[in-house]
């Protein structure tokens, strides 16, 4: 095998010194033949004729030599090759079209399938990724008995199976593990990741924190390239404050200094020592969210993580740290599930001691060894629909080219036959034709990764999960280059194997002989072009029905959101307790804020909140109601804590009740106002003001008023029940501010700040943005979505069109001599416009019944994406027909209308 | 000259290996050899000998080097690899067994059949 391919290579690649030897040793031989025969008495000349006797007709040999080294293949290949690149100079505009078409086709492809990659396939940079495991748990009431708090999870959605799905454990549950499995080699907890500042040497920079324990580094098998990693020790409350630094953070905001280590830096005003900096690559478990330092879980005060309990470490009912553990070697998972569930079902019946009745959650195991699935449960069905409209894109490309090349075969049918005259076999004309349609390809593909590799930054800000960017490893790796290489040649196969096999099907006597082309093309004879016009058309349909969806969704999306009114408002965020405020100074400070801002002139309205809309990874509490015909509810509810006149600041509906009052203070008694959804789950139909629910393990609250649903962080999920708690009795670090303004609300940014620099210039403000760029933002994914899947159905449309009107001006061409024999036996041309169009427009019409059909059938697969509209949609079904037919329409018109034109004579001439 | 019989197809290439097995040799010398061993009973046209050559050595069988030939010309010289040695002895064994086979069959007579 190894001496074949040295031969072989040798051959290919040192060809003139092969052929010199050749040429060497066979004279060589001649001669010292030549000496033996004149050894023998002959005269030179007749020696050296009885030699070359001998010998035989050494041009014949030298080639069955090449033949021997396998290089003839090579020579015939390189041959072919040449010959397609002077065919594509005769016929540049084929070739453009073709080219230009092969590059979007297998770029956008390249592209997607390297987001895909990124996303989907890419393993951690840890150490033997496949044995980490992620715990998640399945439960049907929210953990009722036994969870008052819980961060990840309660989703339904991805599973038939009524249980919700959560990702959260409690600390004291994840000790426990991590201390009595047998089956795991390391247990490790990590949470979100938490926007916090950071203060350098140089100035302050924002920063996505994580808090992990003190294994997690030595769990994952990740070394530091500077300093150490996190210890078990440093997980301690009596451990000085250390945090681990992310690359790209260190080289960002530290410029790649390697004495960082040691140095003190300040995190939300908390001197935290730095001991280390994670490898390059390495960004925690959050595949494509970027992590830039990393902190002992016990430090999750510092950072005010989670928005909950402040016992949060030893509170075993507030769930909230994810945790991954590492299979030891040979152990089935099913073992280890099965252990796993019951330390957690022990210690929930020993340690929490649940007062009620309750179920025990089940546990699952999930693989880790691509970093948490939460990036690409999210990104699966995007990538999905994405990759589907590319390859969708790849087909009518395929199904483009394959009827161009159909055409340029019908037209090269005298070249090709005149070629196997001379004694070509077919397989050897197939290959010369499958080489040009290669060779397309390859160029196309060849441009296509040029442009793929020039969307590898853009691409991952198609995928916004919550307005930031996901932070993907998008270098290009060999096997893209195999992915790539591998759709040139396959769509080049492809697409040039059918018009290879019929144009070499002719044989050579009739077309030879005659001196047109075919008189009377039978259907049969365009068979081919037909069904590729309705391939192409049937899967412009399905794109153009899927972009459309797409863009009324974008535009539902803009104009009906989230529940509240937009236009108008100004948003930032401040945090006085990074400041130092704390207590009841802090809620005086924004108090004070609040009045200050409402004087500024031309400002109606200032309230503020917890968290702006949309909004990211909020806290759910359980909440225990006295249910309309008396029974106990508990349920999950969402809570938001407000400033007075919050509702009127965000355009949100005011039912009835009365609002959250200034006086609505510490130590007055506790009140919340409830969203429509609260109050049907847990009072139903009966009025809600006045009634009382509790969140579990804490006092209870008098609900006085009664607002709107508001959706917080998706727009596609239903309004959940929500309840306001006023933010002087349920007090919150961080605010965020919205200003309803009287005029354009970019023009207060100026005022507002001055006014709250004269406040306290040392509050940080961060975040300015109007309402509207912040919905914008969120519906970005969606926007991107509708632009992407829009312009691949433009594009499909337009080659579609191109290939109509490339199929039928061919047959119009072929059969411009029957045309004209009508002609001249009295058909209008109305009644030939008629004629031609009639018959091309049934190939559309049979694309378009298929691709209606494969859009009402697909449709299901793209309703979680939409908003506001059904995939099966009347008017987007009705419009889509219409603009396929109508720019099939236009593509048959034009070569319908010179076929009319055909004079009679015509019909003699082509003789 | 004797009458000549000719070349059965794939024994060429076997009787280069055997050739060669017996001493480094040239192209030409690859020729005289064969005929001294098959006592010029063989006919071979003296051109095929060079694709056989060229088959063997892409094969792996032949390894060749340029060297000075007797008289001071300069040839290719041609020595038999392992894989030569071990293709060599199987085709061997091969050819003796169909050899035998059908020279049995060859002498059977209708009494025994």
Same mark, same amino acid.
């Given at each position: 095998?190894?001496?074949?391919?040295?031969?072989?290579?040798?051959?290919v690649?040192?060809?003139?010194?092969?052929?010199?030897?050749?040429?060497?040793?066979m &004279?060589?031989?001649?001669?010292?033949?030549?000496?033996?025969?004149?050894? %023998?008495?002959?005269?030179?000349?007749?020696?050296?004729?009885?030699?070359?006797?001998?010998?035989?007709a050494?041009?014949r040999?030298?080639?069955?030599?090449?033949?021997a080294?396998?290089?003839?293949?090579?020579?015939?290949?390189r041959?072919?090759?040449?010959?397609?690149?002077?065919?594509?100079?005769?016929?540049?505009?084929f070739?453009a079209?073709?080219?230009?078409t092969?590059?979007?086709?297998?770029?956008?492809?390249?592209?997607i399938?390297?987001?895909?990659?990124?996303?989907?396939?890419? #393993?951690?940079?840890?150490?033997h990724?496949?044995?980490?495991?992620?715990?998640?748990?399945?439960h049907?009431?929210?953990?009722?008995?036994? *969870?008052?708090?819980?961060?990840?999870?309660?989703?339904?959605?991805?599973?038939?199976?009524?249980?919700?799905?959560?990702? #959260?454990?409690?600390?004291?549950?994840?000790?426990?593990?991590?201390?009595?499995?047998?089956?795991?080699?390391?247990?490790?907890?990590f949470?979100?990741?938490?926007?916090m500042?950071?203060t350098?040497?140089?100035?302050?920079?924002?920063a996505?924190g994580?808090?992990?324990?003190?294994?997690?580094?030595?769990?994952?098998?990740?070394?530091?390239?500077l300093?150490?990693?996190?210890?078990?020790?440093?997980?301690?409350?009596?451990?000085?404050?250390?945090?681990?630094?992310?690359?790209?953070?260190?080289?960002?905001?530290?410029?790649?200094?390697?004495?960082?280590?040691?140095?003190?830096?300040?995190?939300?005003?908390?001197?935290?020592?730095?001991?280390?900096?994670?490898?390059?690559?390495?960004?925690?478990?959050?595949?494509?969210?970027?992590?830039?330092?990393?902190?002992?879980?016990?430090?999750h005060r510092?950072?005010?993580?989670p928005?909950?309990?402040?016992?949060?470490?030893?509170?075993?009912?507030?769930?909230?740290?994810?945790?991954?553990?590492?299979?030891?070697p040979?152990?089935?998972?099913?073992?280890?599930?099965?252990?796993?569930?019951?330390?957690?079902?022990?210690?929930?019946?020993?340690?929490?001691?649940?007062k009620?009745?309750?179920?025990?959650?089940?546990?699952a195991?999930?693989?880790?060894?691509?970093?948490?699935?939460?990036?690409?449960?999210?990104?699966?069905?995007p990538?999905r629909?994405m990759?589907?409209a590319?390859?969708?894109?790849?087909?009518?490309?395929?199904?483009n080219?394959?009827?161009l090349?159909?055409?340029?075969?019908?037209?090269?049918?005298r070249?090709i036959?005149?070629?196997?005259a001379?004694?070509a076999?077919?397989?050897?004309?197939?290959?010369? @034709?499958?080489?040009e349609?290669?060779?397309?390809?390859?160029?196309?593909?060849?441009?296509?990764?040029?442009?793929?590799y020039?969307?590898?930054?853009v691409?991952? %800000?198609?995928?916004?999960?919550?307005?930031?960017?996901?932070e993907?490893?998008?270098?290009?790796?060999?096997f893209?280059l195999?992915?790539?290489t591998?759709?040139?040649?396959?769509?080049?196969?492809?697409?040039?194997?059918?018009?290879?096999?019929?144009a070499?099907?002719?044989?050579?006597q009739?077309v030879?002989t005659?001196?047109s082309v075919?008189?009377?093309e039978s259907?049969?004879?365009?068979?081919?072009g037909?069904?590729?016009?309705?391939?192409? *058309?049937?899967?412009?349909?399905?794109?153009?029905?899927?972009?459309?969806?797409?863009?009324?969704?974008?535009l539902?999306?803009r104009?009906q959101?989230?529940?509240?009114r937009?236009?108008?408002?100004?948003?930032?965020?401040?945090?006085?307790?990074?400041?130092?405020?704390d207590?009841?100074?802090?809620?005086?400070?924004?108090?004070?804020?609040?009045?200050?801002?409402?004087?500024?002139p031309?400002?109606?309205?200032?309230?503020?909140?917890e968290?702006?809309?949309?909004? %990211?990874?909020?806290g759910?509490?359980t909440?225990?109601?006295?249910g309309?015909?008396g029974?106990?509810?508990?349920?999950?509810?969402?809570?938001?804590?407000?400033?007075?006149?919050?509702?009127?600041?965000?355009?949100?509906?005011?039912?009835?009740?009365?609002?959250?009052?200034?006086?609505?203070?510490?130590?007055?008694?506790?009140?919340?106002?409830?969203?429509?959804?609260?109050?049907?789950?847990?009072f139903?139909?009966?009025?809600p003001l006045?009634r009382?629910f509790?969140?579990?393990?804490n006092?209870?609250?008098?609900?006085?008023?009664?607002?709107?649903n508001?959706?917080?962080? &998706?727009?596609?999920?239903?309004?959940?029940?929500?309840?306001?708690?006023?933010?002087?009795q349920?007090?919150?670090?961080?605010?965020?501010?919205?200003?309803?303004?009287?005029?354009?609300?970019?023009?207060?940014?100026?005022p507002?700040?001055?006014t709250?620099g004269?406040l306290?210039?040392?509050?940080?403000?961060?975040?300015?943005?109007?309402?509207?760029q912040q919905?914008?933002?969120?519906?970005?994914?969606?926007?991107?979505?509708?632009?992407?899947v829009s312009?691949?159905? *433009?594009?499909a449309? @337009?080659?579609?069109?191109?290939?109509?009107?490339?199929?039928?001006?061919?047959?119009?061409?072929?059969?411009?001599?029957?045309?004209?024999v009508?002609?001249?036996?009295?058909?209008?041309?109305?009644?030939?416009?008629?004629?031609?169009?009639?018959e091309?427009?049934?190939?559309?019409?049979?694309?378009?019944a298929?691709?209606?059909?494969?859009?009402?059938?697909?449709?299901?697969?793209?309703?979680?994406?939409?908003?506001?509209?059904?995939?099966?949609?009347?008017?987007t079904?009705t419009?889509?027909?219409?603009?396929?037919?109508?720019?099939?329409?236009?593509?048959a018109?034009?070569?319908s209308?010179?076929?009319?034109?055909?004079?009679?004579i015509?019909a003699?001439r082509?003789? | 000259?004797?009458?000549?019989?000719d070349?059965?197809?794939g024994?060429?290439?076997?009787?280069?290996?055997?050739?060669?097995?017996?001493?480094?040799?040239?192209?030409?010398g690859?020729l005289?050899?064969?005929?001294?061993?098959?006592?010029?009973?063989?006919?071979?046209e003296?051109?095929?000998l060079?694709?056989?050559?060229a088959?063997?050595?892409?094969?792996?069988?032949?390894?060749?080097?340029?060297?000075?030939?007797?008289?001071?010309r300069?040839?290719?010289?041609?020595?038999?690899?392992a894989?030569?040695?071990?293709?060599?002895?199987?085709?061997?064994?091969?050819?003796?067994?169909?050899?035998?086979?059908?020279?049995?069959?060859?002498?059977?007579?209708?009494?025994?059949?």
């Amino acid at each position: 095998m190894l001496a074949r391919l040295r031969s072989w290579t040798t051959a290919v690649f040192r060809r003139r010194h092969l052929e010199r030897e050749m040429a060497d040793e066979m &004279q060589a031989h001649l001669e010292l033949r030549t000496e033996h025969w004149r050894a %023998q008495g002959l005269s030179p000349e007749e020696a050296r004729r009885r030699a070359r006797l001998e010998f035989g007709a050494a041009a014949r040999y030298q080639e069955e030599c090449r033949e021997a080294r396998g290089v003839r293949l090579v020579d015939e290949m390189r041959a072919d090759i040449r010959y397609a690149l002077r065919q594509m100079r005769r016929a540049p505009l084929f070739s453009a079209v073709a080219i230009t078409t092969f590059a979007l086709a297998i770029g956008a492809n390249t592209a997607i399938f390297s987001l895909v990659e990124a996303v989907l396939l890419k #393993s951690l940079p840890v150490k033997h990724p496949h044995e980490l495991l992620e715990l998640q748990w399945r439960h049907r009431h929210y953990g009722r008995g036994f *969870v008052s708090w819980y961060f990840h999870g309660g989703d339904a959605r991805r599973f038939e199976a009524k249980d919700r799905v959560f990702w #959260s454990f409690s600390f004291p549950i994840f000790r426990h593990l991590r201390e009595r499995t047998t089956t795991f080699s390391d247990v490790v907890a990590f949470t979100g990741i938490v926007r916090m500042s950071v203060t350098t040497g140089s100035g302050a920079e924002l920063a996505m924190g994580q808090l992990v324990s003190g294994n997690f580094f030595h769990g994952l098998g990740v070394e530091t390239i500077l300093g150490r990693t996190l210890q078990p020790g440093d997980d301690t409350l009596v451990a000085p404050t250390v945090a681990v630094l992310g690359h790209d953070f260190w080289q960002r905001a530290f410029g790649g200094d390697p004495s960082v280590v040691g140095r003190v830096v300040y995190l939300n005003t908390a001197p935290v020592t730095v001991v280390g900096v994670a490898p390059r690559g390495f960004q925690g478990v959050w595949s494509g969210r970027g992590t830039d330092l990393w902190l002992p879980v016990v430090q999750h005060r510092l950072i005010d993580f989670p928005p909950a309990p402040p016992d949060a470490l030893e509170n075993p009912a507030c769930w909230w740290v994810r945790v991954m553990a590492r299979l030891r070697p040979g152990v089935d998972p099913e073992t280890a599930r099965v252990e796993a569930e019951t330390l957690v079902h022990r210690y929930i019946a020993e340690a929490q001691v649940p007062k009620e009745e309750y179920d025990l959650p089940r546990l699952a195991l999930d693989d880790g060894g691509r970093g948490t699935d939460t990036a690409r449960w999210m990104f699966a069905t995007p990538l999905r629909v994405m990759g589907a409209a590319t390859g969708a894109i790849l087909l009518v490309a395929c199904a483009n080219i394959a009827g161009l090349l159909l055409m340029r075969g019908a037209a090269r049918q005298r070249e090709i036959a005149m070629r196997s005259a001379l004694g070509a076999a077919r397989w050897r004309l197939v290959r010369q @034709l499958l080489t040009e349609s290669t060779l397309l390809a390859a160029i196309g593909g060849g441009l296509g990764v040029l442009i793929a590799y020039g969307l590898r930054r853009v691409l991952p %800000q198609v995928l916004r999960p919550d307005g930031n960017p996901l932070e993907l490893d998008m270098e290009p790796r060999a096997f893209l280059l195999v992915f790539s290489t591998l759709a040139c040649l396959l769509t080049g196969f492809a697409c040039g194997l059918v018009p290879a096999l019929r144009a070499t099907r002719a044989g050579v006597q009739p077309v030879v002989t005659r001196t047109s082309v075919g008189r009377v093309e039978s259907p049969r004879g365009l068979w081919g072009g037909t069904t590729l016009v309705a391939v192409q *058309v049937a899967v412009s349909v399905v794109l153009v029905v899927a972009g459309t969806l797409f863009v009324r969704t974008m535009l539902n999306l803009r104009t009906q959101a989230f529940g509240f009114r937009p236009e108008k408002r100004l948003v930032f965020q401040m945090d006085a307790w990074l400041a130092g405020y704390d207590g009841e100074r802090l809620s005086d400070f924004y108090q004070q804020a609040i009045e200050r801002l409402t004087a500024v002139p031309g400002v109606r309205t200032v309230s503020c909140s917890e968290f702006g809309i949309p909004a %990211q990874g909020l806290g759910r509490y359980t909440v225990r109601a006295l249910g309309h015909n008396g029974t106990i509810r508990e349920a999950a509810g969402h809570v938001h804590v407000i400033a007075p006149r919050y509702f009127e600041a965000m355009g949100i509906a005011f039912h009835a009740g009365r609002d959250i009052d200034w006086a609505d203070r510490e130590g007055a008694p506790r009140v919340a106002v409830v969203n429509e959804a609260f109050a049907r789950r847990f009072f139903g139909a009966a009025p809600p003001l006045g009634r009382r629910f509790e969140i579990v393990g804490n006092e209870s609250v008098e609900v006085v008023g009664l607002v709107g649903n508001v959706k917080f962080e &998706q727009v596609r999920e239903d309004p959940p029940p929500t309840f306001y708690l006023p933010y002087r009795q349920d007090r919150r670090h961080s605010m965020t501010f919205v200003v309803r303004t009287e005029g354009d609300p970019r023009h207060f940014v100026a005022p507002l700040r001055a006014t709250l620099g004269a406040l306290d210039p040392n509050v940080p403000l961060y975040g300015v943005n109007t309402q509207e760029q912040q919905i914008e933002a969120a519906i970005q994914q969606s926007r991107l979505f509708a632009h992407l899947v829009s312009s691949a159905a *433009v594009l499909a449309l @337009l080659l579609a069109c191109l290939g109509t009107y490339g199929t039928l001006a061919y047959s119009v061409a072929r059969r411009t001599s029957e045309i004209g024999v009508r002609a001249a036996l009295g058909a209008t041309p109305p009644q030939v416009v008629r004629m031609v169009l009639r018959e091309s427009l049934a190939p559309v019409l049979v694309g378009l019944a298929i691709g209606l059909l494969a859009a009402l059938a697909g449709g299901h697969l793209l309703h979680a994406m939409l908003f506001g509209v059904q995939p099966t949609d009347p008017a987007t079904l009705t419009a889509a027909t219409l603009l396929v037919v109508a720019s099939a329409l236009v593509a048959a018109w034009l070569p319908s209308y010179r076929a009319s034109c055909v004079p009679p004579i015509a019909a003699l001439r082509c003789e | 000259m004797a009458p000549r019989a000719d070349l059965l197809p794939g024994t060429l290439d076997l009787l280069i290996l055997k050739g060669v097995s017996m001493g480094t040799l040239h192209g030409y010398g690859v020729l005289l050899r064969i005929e001294q061993i098959t006592g010029g009973a063989l006919l071979v046209e003296q051109g095929a000998l060079y694709p056989a050559l060229a088959r063997l050595e892409h094969k792996g069988f032949l390894d060749s080097e340029w060297g000075v030939s007797d008289n001071n010309r300069k040839a290719k010289f041609y020595s038999l690899t392992a894989a030569g040695r071990r293709a060599l002895k199987q085709e061997t064994d091969d050819w003796q067994k169909l050899a035998t086979a059908v020279a049995a069959a060859l002498a059977a007579r209708p009494a025994e059949a």
